[in-house]
């Protein structure tokens, strides 16, 4: 129970500060003298460091042991936090979140592990409570991150980290020392991804050459994956059909949905003029719809229908609600400019979500859920990062982003078509 209780706590302490910090970007803009083009690099330093280890950091609870990793993993988190809340350049406050990136992407995956290691109900009611977390800080985050930002500053929102991740640190020392001696780690395989990722996000924005280079890491990657002894990713999971077209899929939804923080945020303060608690009230419809369609209209209806068509009518319906989002008026006001929108938004994203989830995981095998989970995760996340950087070195203008986000959800409702039918994703 305390080892369960521990790694919620953990996530939501990394989910959290995902959706805080996106409030607090036009006040770090202001203080460390971000230009627009490279603001964007506060959270896509965090997206792509978070991607690039995801599948390592999993490993590193079987071969290290979940206590160690889970220290290791707050105690990198915890320290970034609050050198980044203390940061006096932007340089500085990159490397910090890039640092975030890769203790979450040790402590995601093995809180995961850990609240998955028991049998019968006591397990499920785990990883419920787990889901739960997760949600619950995505959305606490916006109100908090207003609410911190307004009255402390944006430096709060980094160093509320320090205390929370010290008493999970405390709190750790009761976990068991387990740890597989037989497993292994693929070192190299780590280091090509998550720097192949880097530079490629890197590369989009500022350097085509630097770009060039991260793609051909990421390709050497995959063909290492064929010939090392302990793949991070086994060749078997990615040749399957529904988990190479689901991953696809995913990562476009992420190269959109994630994106759209990071453009609300700055959209509601420049164009509203609304301040930082303003702007985290003001996406609670975002985040609130979106979990009632997801968690009371989406089972109900996969119950009732195919899940390919309903990624397909999820993505064009949040694509609509993203061209409603880009003819945003300041004359508008709230209610018209960004909270009609945000129905669309969230009900198009509330069914995209969890029926791709399912088709992407139909066809593997039992052995192999989760390998395919943690590419699934890592293609959602390098989504994130690719898909900000690539509109964030395209245009400035709110209304092109909104546009450029539309665009990109509708090329994942034109793939989510050649995602196998119920029947055909059926593990053989």
């Given at each position: 129970?305390?080892?369960?209780?521990?790694?919620?706590?953990?996530?939501?302490?990394?989910?959290?500060?995902?959706?805080?910090?996106?409030?607090?970007?036009?006040?770090?803009?202001?203080?460390?003298?971000?230009?627009?083009?490279?603001?964007?690099?506060?959270?896509?330093?965090?997206?792509?460091?978070?991607?690039?280890?995801?599948?390592?950091?999993?490993?590193?609870?079987?071969?290290?042991?979940?206590?160690?990793?889970?220290?290791?993993?707050?105690?990198?988190?915890?320290?970034?936090?609050?050198?980044?809340?203390?940061?006096?350049?932007?340089?500085?406050?990159?490397?910090?979140?890039?640092?975030?990136?890769?203790?979450?992407?040790?402590?995601?995956?093995?809180?995961?592990?850990?609240?998955?290691?028991?049998?019968?109900?006591?397990?499920?009611?785990?990883?419920?409570?787990?889901?739960?977390?997760?949600?619950?800080?995505?959305?606490?985050?916006?109100?908090?991150?207003?609410?911190?930002?307004?009255?402390?500053?944006?430096?709060?929102?980094?160093?509320?980290?320090?205390?929370?991740?010290?008493?999970?640190?405390?709190?750790?020392?009761?976990?068991?020392?387990?740890?597989?001696?037989?497993?292994?780690?693929?070192?190299?395989?780590?280091?090509?991804?998550?720097?192949?990722?880097?530079?490629?996000?890197?590369?989009?924005?500022?350097?085509?050459?630097?770009?060039?280079?991260?793609?051909?890491?990421?390709?050497?990657?995959?063909?290492?994956?064929?010939?090392?002894?302990?793949?991070?990713?086994?060749?078997?999971?990615?040749?399957?059909?529904?988990?190479?077209?689901?991953?696809?899929?995913?990562?476009?939804?992420?190269?959109?949905?994630?994106?759209?923080?990071?453009?609300?945020?700055?959209?509601?303060?420049?164009?509203?003029?609304?301040?930082?608690?303003?702007?985290?009230?003001?996406?609670?419809?975002?985040?609130?719809?979106?979990?009632?369609?997801?968690?009371?209209?989406?089972?109900?209806?996969?119950?009732?229908?195919?899940?390919?068509?309903?990624?397909?009518?999820?993505?064009?319906?949040?694509?609509?609600?993203?061209?409603?989002?880009?003819?945003?008026?300041?004359?508008?006001?709230?209610?018209?400019?960004?909270?009609?929108?945000?129905?669309?938004?969230a009900l198009g994203s509330?069914?995209?979500?969890?029926?791709?989830?399912a088709t992407a995981l139909?066809?593997?095998?039992?052995?192999?859920?989760?390998?395919?989970?943690?590419?699934?995760?890592?293609?959602?996340?390098?989504?994130?990062?690719?898909?900000?950087?690539?509109?964030?070195?395209?245009?400035?203008?709110?209304?092109?982003?909104?546009?450029?986000?539309?665009?990109?959800?509708?090329?994942?409702?034109?793939?989510?078509?050649?995602?196998?039918?119920?029947?055909?994703?059926?593990?053989?």
């Amino acid at each position: 129970m305390r080892s369960r209780t521990l790694a919620c706590a953990a996530q939501f302490m990394v989910v959290l500060d995902v959706s805080v910090v996106n409030v607090a970007l036009p006040a770090v803009r202001s203080s460390l003298g971000f230009s627009d083009a490279d603001l964007h690099w506060v959270v896509n330093a965090y997206a792509l460091a978070h991607a690039g280890l995801l599948l390592l950091g999993g490993r590193l609870g079987d071969v290290l042991g979940r206590r160690a990793a889970l220290v290791g993993g707050v105690g990198l988190f915890t320290a970034a936090s609050a050198v980044g809340g203390m940061a006096d350049s932007a340089a500085l406050l990159v490397a910090a979140r890039a640092a975030q990136g890769l203790g979450a992407a040790v402590v995601t995956p093995t809180t995961l592990a850990i609240v998955a290691s028991g049998r019968g109900a006591g397990r499920t009611r785990a990883l419920a409570a787990w889901t739960a977390v997760a949600t619950a800080g995505g959305t606490a985050g916006v109100l908090v991150g207003g609410l911190l930002t307004e009255t402390l500053g944006w430096r709060s929102t980094l160093l509320v980290n320090v205390p929370v991740g010290v008493v999970a640190l405390w709190w750790a020392r009761g976990l068991p020392r387990e740890r597989d001696g037989a497993a292994r780690v693929d070192v190299l395989g780590a280091v090509m991804a998550t720097t192949g990722l880097g530079a490629l996000g890197y590369g989009i924005s500022r350097d085509w050459v630097v770009a060039a280079a991260g793609a051909g890491l990421i390709g050497a990657f995959a063909v290492w994956q064929t010939r090392a002894r302990a793949p991070l990713v086994p060749p078997g999971v990615a040749r399957t059909r529904s988990v190479a077209v689901g991953n696809v899929v995913v990562l476009l939804a992420g190269a959109a949905l994630n994106p759209m923080w990071f453009y609300l945020a700055l959209a509601m303060r420049d164009e509203l003029g609304l301040g930082p608690l303003g702007t985290g009230l003001g996406l609670l419809p975002h985040t609130v719809l979106g979990v009632v369609v997801g968690v009371r209209l989406t089972p109900w209806l996969l119950d009732r229908f195919p899940a390919r068509p309903l990624v397909v009518i999820g993505a064009l319906t949040a694509a609509a609600g993203f061209v409603w989002q880009s003819a945003l008026d300041p004359g508008a006001g709230y209610w018209a400019g960004i909270a009609g929108p945000a129905v669309v938004i969230a009900l198009g994203s509330g069914l995209l979500n969890t029926p791709l989830t399912a088709t992407a995981l139909a066809g593997v095998r039992p052995a192999d859920t989760g390998a395919a989970s943690g590419l699934l995760a890592t293609a959602k996340q390098t989504g994130a990062g690719l898909g900000l950087a690539a509109i964030a070195s395209s245009t400035t203008d709110y209304g092109a982003a909104f546009l450029a986000i539309a665009a990109i959800l509708a090329a994942a409702s034109a793939g989510a078509l050649f995602l196998p039918a119920a029947r055909e994703a059926e593990p053989r």
